[in-house]
T-cell receptor, first 112, second 116 residues
């Protein structure tokens, strides 16, 4: 059974701080996605990384796919209260890329 | 742009009753999914559908039934609700093609179901 482990599970920081969230697996994925979910809503896709070593930036968010395509990280610079939410990573296999493997998520609270 | 809508948003039902959660999408996406989200378990796939009249089991299909007679609708039925089916249910859809950037899954806002 493929698993995606996210760490930390919970993170509470002050506005302006930097943070990194990790998503690790022993399995190789053809692509990996990061979603953000706000309370009372469904997850929304932030980014998809496909190539080993790939780095993508979305404003203050930097996403990296591991060279071996088994892990990924999300780094937020100068966090803002609007970044508060549940961050989920999800991996896809080449064989069936519709049945994503989901991490349990990292719940981030950014305090003003 | 209505996107993907779920109904009801909130439902309380009794053990043993049949409950149907509705899902409608306006994008003509070929793929549709039902997930449940629970503390400690994250998002778990119940059923998914690649096209009208094509459905397949996900990770936790027991106790659930789906149908997809039309591309835009994907209802989820709990035939005889149990307390363990108390959860938040998310319907989602995805376009048919996967490019080099992978496939995006678009989620509805969720249906909160409590079985008492």
């Amino acid at each position: 059974t493929q698993l995606l482990e996210q760490s930390p599970q919970f993170l509470s920081i002050q506005e302006g701080e930097n943070l990194t969230v990790y998503c690790n697996s022993s399995s190789v994925f053809s692509s990996l996605q990061w979603y953000r979910q706000e309370p009372g809503e469904g997850p929304v896709l932030l980014v998809t990384v496909v190539t080993g070593g790939e780095v993508k930036k979305l404003k203050r968010l930097t996403f990296q796919f591991g060279d071996a395509r088994k892990d990924s990280s999300l780094h937020i610079t100068a966090a803002q209260p609007g970044d508060t939410g549940l961050y989920l990573c999800a991996g896809a296999n080449a064989g069936n890329n519709r049945k994503l493997i989901w991490g349990l998520g990292t719940s981030l609270a950014v305090n003003p | 742009d209505a996107g993907i809508t779920q109904s009801p948003r909130y439902k309380i039902t009794e053990t043993g009753r049949q409950v149907t959660l509705m899902c409608h999408q306006t994008w003509s996406h070929s793929y549709m999914f039902w997930y449940r989200q629970d503390l400690g378990h994250g998002l778990r796939l119940i059923y998914y559908s690649a096209a009208a009249d094509i459905t397949d089991k996900g990770e936790v299909p027991d106790g659930y039934v789906v149908s997809r007679s039309k591309t835009e609708n994907f209802p989820l039925t709990l035939e005889s609700a149990t307390r363990s089916q108390t959860s938040v249910y998310f319907c989602a859809s995805s376009p048919p093609r996967t490019g080099s950037s992978g496939n995006t899954i678009y989620f509805g806002e969720g249906s909160w179901l409590t079985v008492v």
